[in-house]
């Protein structure tokens, strides 16, 4: 038989993700994406910054994502996502629409950030007081209560890790031993913030043990990004992408179960 009765390849429709120059979870972003979807990832240039506020200011300023979105003008994807946390809270709610709008121009396509789709999954989950998960310092995570604060959202619990690289390193242990640390009040849902920390599969886990929703931010970013096209991010018993995992009720503190597997 010969190739061209196959009648392929297929259309390809595109995501473009613009990302930090030291992230390193490319293929857990491609877990929440259906098959019909491709992902054309560019990165930032390199600065010698460990993650702090300095090193989110930096990878976010707009010149920085106007050239890299330019470099994914040319295979014309259909949105671009700018896959950074902090980045894209460090400069408050307006901050994180200039960059939008930067993009935007860069790419004459829709654009979205993280921090910016996370505000739109806890409108999508009704969320107005969250538990928070980070790996950052306390001045980074203090940042990102302030963007929260500032889009009405309260945080009721927290807690972060402390570390300045090598983030994507950490194990999911950590995560849910932090998560169960977080949750210690009436929560609506989790957030488990930095996409370069590795949740796709500890969040049906969360969801299950704490019985309120679990979002991430890479799960966020892909599941905004996939919703501009019209389409759903993929990921099994997570409350954000199906509706019928989202009535589970919240559990005490101490009714939490402490084992992992």
């Known amino acids: ?46 600065v010698p910054v460990e993650v702090s506020l300095d090193l989110a200011r930096l990878v976010s300023e707009h010149e920085t994502l106007h050239d890299a979105v330019r470099t994914l003008n040319a295979i014309a994807p259909e ?57 950052y310092t306390v001045s980074v995570t203090q940042s990102l209560e302030e963007y929260l604060a500032e889009a009405g959202v309260q ?12 983030i994507w390193k950490v194990p999911y242990r950590d995560v849910v031993d932090m998560a169960h640390q977080a949750v210690r009040g009436a929560a609506d849902a989790l957030f488990i913030s ?35 096209l019209g389409t759903r991010a993929v990921g099994p018993y997570q409350a954000l992408l199906d509706e019928s995992a989202r009535h589970r009720g919240p559990v005490l503190p101490e009714e939490h179960q402490e084992g992992w597997s």
């Open 1 to 46: 038989m010969h190739v061209s009765f196959l009648g392929g390849p297929r259309p390809q429709r595109g995501v473009g993700v613009v990302a930090p120059f030291d992230f390193a979870l490319d293929r857990e972003l491609w877990r929440w994406v259906p098959d019909d979807i491709s992902l054309h990832l560019t990165r930032t240039p390199f």
């Open 79 to 135: 949105v671009v996502a700018y896959a950074c946390t902090s980045g894209s809270f460090v400069g408050g709610l307006a901050g994180e629409r200039a960059m939008c709008e930067a993009m935007t121009r860069a790419g004459e396509v829709q654009s979205l950030t993280t921090s910016g789709a996370l505000l739109d999954a806890l409108t999508e989950l009704g969320a107005r007081r969250i538990a928070l998960v980070t790996p």
């Open 155 to 166: 945080v009721t619990g927290r807690a972060f890790m402390g570390l300045t690289r090598h």
């Open 194 to 228: 930095c996409t370069n920390l590795p949740t796709y599969d500890v969040i049906p886990q969360l969801e299950a043990e704490l019985r309120i929703p679990v979002v991430s931010a890479n799960q966020v970013t892909m599941w905004a990004a996939l919703r501009r």
